[in-house]
């Protein structure tokens, strides 16, 4: 694949992600698809090969502002000039800012998780202590239906990681293709700083490889995307996500 295929794969995985979680479309004026998320993980996003006009970005901000306060618009190709104008001009600012990131999976030997036990979540009790260590990690509310709901679906592998029974960390691993979408690796306040975050990536990888996965891909905020570059991943582009400014 070249590298904008890549990164097109990136994010169609987050979005797949996203889908799962539940989400309500609205047909536009123009024909366009606005995708909305308003429970976890709160998004609203157009298609990733779709650059929305005036009229678009106009009724999503109006989508917006009756929506969940904390949702987050992300705008999916380089800088988008229009985007910022008119939602800047609605109040919005940029809230966050990830880098993509791609690790290829092919000829290298896969590390492993030394210390944590990775285990898959395949019950309602582990469901609930993935949901409140995500929660606590990122200072967010993530409904366990949502969660409960990924638990089984195709592609989709949900990992705690134990250490002397108490849970320490999650991970999730997403399959679309030959893509392995790396995403709520958590580690709550009590247990960062031990090396947990790295484990739970060892595991991940070499999770990914054992399913046959061609190349792992991840969203990194500022804080994790060091660990990410030490594991040997590489910036594709960043992503910025827009929100409402709060007075």
């Known amino acids: ?37 308003v429970n976890w993980p709160r998004r609203m996003w157009f298609d990733y090969d779709y650059h929305p006009d005036r009229q678009d970005l106009e009724q999503l901000q109006n989508r917006a502002a009756i929506a969940h306060e904390s949702v987050l618009i992300p705008e999916w190709h380089e800088r988008d000039v229009l985007m910022e104008e008119v939602l800047e001009g609605a109040g919005f600012a940029v809230a966050m800012t990830q880098e993509t990131m791609l690790l290829s999976l092919c000829g290298t030997a896969g590390q492993h998780n030394g210390l ?6 395949i019950g309602t009790e582990s469901t609930g202590q993935w949901t409140q260590v995500v929660s606590d990690s990122f200072g967010c509310y993530v409904h366990e239906p949502i969660v409960a709901a990924l638990i089984g679906a195709p592609g989709f592998h949900l990992l705690v990681a134990e250490v002397d029974e108490a849970v320490v960390g999650t991970g999730l691993l997403l399959e679309t293709g030959r893509i392995a979408g790396l995403h709520m690796v958590a580690v709550p306040p009590e247990h960062r ?9 060892f595991g991940l990888i070499t999770l990914a490889r054992e399913l ?36």
């Open 193 to 201: 700083r031990k090396g947990y975050a790295r484990q739970i990536m």
């Open 116 to 121: 944590s036990h990775l285990c898959r979540v």
């Open 1 to 37: 694949m070249h590298q904008a295929e890549l990164l097109r794969a990136n994010i169609e995985n987050l979005i797949a992600l996203w889908t799962a979680c539940g989400k309500t479309e609205f047909v536009l004026g123009s024909g366009s698809v606005l995708h909305c998320s």
């Open 212 to 247: 046959g996965c061609e190349h792992a891909t991840l969203q990194a905020s500022a804080a994790g995307e060091p660990l990410y570059r030490w594991l040997g991943f590489k910036a594709q582009g960043p992503i910025r996500s827009f929100r409402k400014s709060q007075p």
